[in-house]
């Protein structure tokens, strides 16, 4: 067995495995690394809505055929209004878009070794050469990649992530058929994605319906344990009690019955990233927080990362004698900050004001959404404070005198 690559990426969800197709197609050596066995790959547990978009399919090659529905709309629900935006949008069948990523990456030569964890990172003269992984077994590279996810056991020995316990959001999520995608006092949800805002069912996050195919949804939540979370939870419910009590309640789901075998929950970080990269090593996907803060989207964000990871190690690899010091690989943080998630701050400043809100300030801001216009609402997506601001309102003020008390306390 080669114990040594060009590149050794550790994870092979979406924005490792990206990573590593884009580096075979320029003809380097690359070594995946995966927990999971073969025959369990990609386990039920990994959770991920699917939820992206047309354009992340066509800048990555991805088939039509991994996708579950191509949605026309995104909706936006408070306890007592909806918001429609027009907007395509795709659905993925997450479990068949991992594997078409191994499978694509195998044919353009990367090598997976599944049932292979990494445990820690091989350093020599205090600089990263390699892993160790399934607890004594080495392989090493010029490069070294860490897409495992929140776990990020290279990141957190290299001190280079920093992911706080109290940014961490869970989730969980169901498949279901026979849900009423069109029922009366809601937004029609054929052919869309809807994201739902409602401290009664997410408290400190949200929940969302994804039309996957004629009567059939993904349904779930996710929150993080904040402010909001500790304001309005009930002691004694987890996060499946809560997915429980929505679908009790909620009369979308009368008729609907879980698909067996169709179930996903896991985690991700919300917070602003830390270091991203050091000597001859980065941190991709969810190993540093890429998940947009806004939407929740991750998949596209991730695949970016994994590209952007690949375009450093061209970089640094091409010369005679490859250059990986800290500041060779820096070029990655700065097409991170610049092509991956542009104004994460500003970004991440609306959610955490969207968390803390009151559920009668969702209702409001649904109404303050539908007098913008459609340039108004992408560049608030895109984190420009001008049109966020057009979105504050008087009582807000309170609003953001717990956000600053709250990164003034950080």
Same mark, same amino acid.
């Given at each position: 067995?080669?114990?040594?690559?060009?590149?050794?990426?550790?994870?092979?969800?979406?924005?490792?495995?990206?990573?590593?197709?884009?580096?075979?197609?320029?003809?380097?050596?690359?070594?995946?690394?995966?927990?999971?066995?073969?025959? +369990?790959?990609?386990?039920? &547990?990994?959770?991920?809505?699917?939820?992206?978009?047309?354009?992340?399919?066509?800048?990555?090659? $991805?088939?039509?055929?991994?996708?579950?529905?191509?949605?026309e709309d995104i909706v936006i629900e408070s306890p007592n209004e909806h918001f429609v935006k027009e907007q395509?949008?795709?659905?993925?069948?997450?479990?068949?878009?991992?594997?078409?990523?191994?499978?694509?990456?195998?044919?353009?030569?990367?090598?997976?070794?599944?049932?292979?964890?990494?445990?820690?990172?091989?350093? +020599?003269?205090? +600089?990263? &050469?390699?892993?160790?992984?399934?607890?004594?077994?080495?392989?090493y590279g010029e490069v070294v990649i860490d897409a495992t996810g929140p776990a990020a056991p290279l990141a957190?020995?290299?001190?280079?992530?920093?992911?706080?316990?109290?940014?961490?959001? $869970?989730?969980?999520?169901?498949?279901?058929?026979?849900?009423?995608?069109?029922?009366?006092?809601?937004?029609?949800?054929?052919?869309?994605?809807?994201?739902?805002?409602?401290?009664?069912?997410?408290?400190?996050?949200?929940?969302?319906?994804?039309?996957?195919? +004629?009567?059939?949804?993904?349904?779930?939540?996710?929150?993080?344990?904040?402010?909001?979370?500790?304001?309005?939870?009930? &002691?004694?419910?987890?996060?499946?009690?809560?997915?429980?009590?929505?679908?009790?309640?909620?009369?979308?789901?009368?008729?609907?019955?879980? $698909?067996?075998?169709?179930?996903?929950?896991?985690?991700?970080?919300?917070?602003?990233?830390?270091?991203?990269?050091?000597?001859?090593?980065?941190?991709?996907?969810?190993?540093?927080?890429?998940?947009?803060?806004?939407?929740?989207?991750?998949?596209?964000?991730?695949?970016?990362?994994?590209?952007?990871?690949?375009?450093?190690?061209?970089?640094?690899?091409?010369?005679?004698?490859?250059?990986?010091?800290?500041?060779?690989?820096?070029?990655?943080?700065?097409?991170?900050?610049?092509?991956?998630?542009?104004?994460?701050?500003?970004?991440?400043?609306?959610?955490?004001?969207?968390?803390?809100?009151?559920?009668?300030?969702?209702?409001?801001?649904?109404?303050?959404?539908?007098?913008?216009?459609?340039? &108004?609402?992408?560049?608030?997506?895109?984190?420009?404070?001008?049109?966020?601001?057009k979105l504050l309102e008087f009582d807000d003020l309170s609003l953001l005198a717990q956000y600053a008390k709250?990164?003034?306390?950080?």
């Open positions: 067995m080669n114990d040594h690559f060009d590149v050794v990426v550790a994870g092979a969800g979406p924005a490792g495995a990206q990573c590593a197709r884009d580096l075979a197609a320029r003809d380097y050596d690359v070594v995946v690394l995966e927990t999971e066995p073969e025959a +369990e790959f990609p386990r039920q &547990s990994n959770k991920s809505t699917g939820g992206t978009f047309p354009s992340m399919l066509s800048a990555f090659g $991805i088939p039509d055929d991994v996708v579950m529905n191509f949605t395509a949008g795709a659905v993925l069948d997450f479990g068949a878009f991992k594997e078409y990523l191994v499978e694509d990456g195998r044919e353009k030569g990367v090598e997976f070794r599944f049932d292979a964890r990494a445990t820690k990172p091989i350093t +020599e003269g205090g +600089e990263v &050469s390699g892993v160790r992984y399934n607890g004594s077994k080495d392989v957190k020995a290299l001190g280079v992530t920093q992911l706080g316990r109290e940014k961490q959001a $869970i989730g969980i999520e169901y498949e279901f058929d026979g849900v009423d995608l069109d029922a009366a006092g809601y937004a029609d949800l054929t052919d869309a994605m809807m994201l739902r805002l409602d401290h009664t069912y997410a408290p400190g996050g949200y929940s969302w319906i994804f039309h996957t195919a +004629e009567n059939t949804a993904k349904v779930g939540l996710c929150y993080i344990q904040n402010e909001s979370y500790r304001q309005y939870a009930e &002691s004694d419910r987890t996060v499946d009690g809560y997915l429980q009590h929505w679908l009790d309640t909620d009369p979308r789901f009368a008729a609907a019955e879980r $698909i067996e075998g169709r179930q996903h929950r896991g985690s991700a970080h919300i917070q602003l990233p830390g270091d991203l990269s050091t000597d001859s090593f980065m941190a991709i996907g969810d190993t540093v927080p890429t998940i947009d803060p806004l939407w929740g989207e991750g998949i596209h964000k991730g695949m970016r990362s994994g590209r952007a990871a690949a375009i450093t190690v061209d970089q640094c690899l091409i010369p005679d004698e490859p250059a990986t010091s800290a500041e060779d690989m820096a070029l990655y943080d700065k097409l991170w900050h610049t092509e991956v998630a542009p104004d994460m701050s500003s970004r991440l400043m609306m959610t955490e004001l969207l968390y803390l809100a009151p559920n009668d300030r969702y209702d409001s801001l649904l109404a303050d959404l539908e007098r913008l216009d459609a340039d &108004s609402l992408s560049e608030v997506n895109s984190g420009n404070k001008l049109a966020i601001a709250r990164r003034l306390g950080n």
